[in-house]
Structures are given as structure tokens and as C-alpha cells.
């Protein structure tokens, strides 16, 4: 395994346990933040898909344009098939719901993370 999907793992294990925590144990007081849970998806997807973006250049090749297109539809389906599947797991959590605006938030960071880090290689190809 690339080296470069370390970070990816240990992502996907952070986010796993942070968004399968149960309703209790996540913290109430402070400020009221409209939508700070979707803020939290959208946040946490952004860097997975910020990091999938990183692991998939290698230092021995850069990215053609089709390679790109399709490494980016595959991170953009496993965004939704994760995002999907984790909603699916919150509601089996005591005092955790299942909801479509959590996934549209999931798969709106995971995109615009993918989306970005693919901007920022094609102006610096010093990156690989």
C-alpha cells in the first residue's frame, strides 16, 4: 500500500469513531452555531477528500487529464457510498439520527476537498 494513504486511514478511522460517537456523548454546552453539525460533516469529508487527492499522486508520474477525471469520479463514488453508509450506521447509535443533509454536507467537503487539492497540484507540480 502507498505510503501516501496512511493519512487517509487514520482519517477514515477518526471520522468513523467521531460520527458514530452516541448523541450523549457529544458535547451540548457553549454557543448555539446554526448548523454546526453540517459545518462538522463538511469539514471532516473536505480533508478526507483533500488527503485522497494527495495519496493518489505518486512522485514517479503526474496526473493526465483522464487519470484525473477517473480517480476523481472513483473518490467522489466512494464519498457517497461512505457518507451513505455512515448515515445508515447513525441511526443504529442511541440518540443519533439518520439525515440527507448530513450526506449532501459529507459529499459537498469531500468533493470540494478532492476539487481543491487537484487545483492546487495543476498550478505547482512540484507536489509529486
Known sequence: MN???FPVLVL??????????PGEAIPSEG?????VDKIAHFTLFFFLGYSLGFASVHKKHRLKALRKRYLFTIYLLFGVIYAI???YLQQLVPN???EYAD???NLSGSAVGVSIFYF????????A
Open 85 to 87: 453508509f455512515i448515515e
Open 12 to 21: 477514515l478511522i477518526g471520522i468513523s469513531i467521531a460520527l458514530l460517537l
Open 103 to 105: 450526506i449532501i454536507a
Open 96 to 98: 443519533r439520527s439518520f
Open 120 to 127: 492546487v497540484y495543476k498550478r505547482n507540480r512540484k507536489f
Open 3 to 5: 505510503k501516501r494513504f
Open 31 to 35: 454557543p448555539e452555531i446554526p448548523y
